[in-house]
């Protein structure tokens, strides 16, 4: 419950403020930067990146730890949200 609790607040606040959603998901990092940027140039743009930071980051925040989690995702500078924030999780050598 309390994951679903979390989810929701942070989408709940990027409705309002994408950079701010980017900040409590990945901290001061590149993509924040990239957000607010995308933000400024058009509030449109900022949601649809904001939106998709998120995806990844819960994606792999619920992924189990067999699965191994792909290094590759376009677009995701923060090494935070490619782990899910879970410095724990190892990536596929392939």
Same mark, same amino acid.
């Given at each position: 419950?309390? *994951?679903?609790?979390?989810?929701?607040?942070?989408?709940?606040?990027?409705?309002?403020?994408?950079?701010?959603?980017?900040?409590?998901?990945?901290?001061?990092?590149?993509?924040?930067?990239?957000?607010?940027?995308?933000?400024?140039? *058009?509030?449109?743009? *900022? =949601?649809? =990146?904001?939106?998709?930071?998120?995806?990844?980051?819960?994606? =792999?925040?619920?992924?189990?730890?067999?699965?191994?989690?792909?290094?590759?995702?376009?677009?995701?500078?923060?090494?935070?949200?490619?782990? *899910?924030?879970?410095?724990?999780?190892?990536?596929?050598?392939?």
């Amino acid at each position: 419950m309390a *994951g679903t609790c979390s989810i929701l607040c942070v989408v709940i606040i990027t409705l309002f403020l994408p950079p701010l959603g980017i900040l409590l998901i990945s901290g001061c990092s590149a993509d924040f930067l990239i957000n607010i940027l995308l933000t400024i140039l *058009g509030y449109f743009p *900022g =949601h649809i =990146h904001a939106f998709y930071l998120e995806y990844v980051y819960y994606k =792999h925040r619920n992924a189990d730890y067999k699965t191994p989690l792909s290094r590759d995702v376009p677009g995701v500078c923060s090494e935070r949200i490619q782990t *899910g924030g879970r410095p724990d999780r190892t990536y596929d050598t392939v």
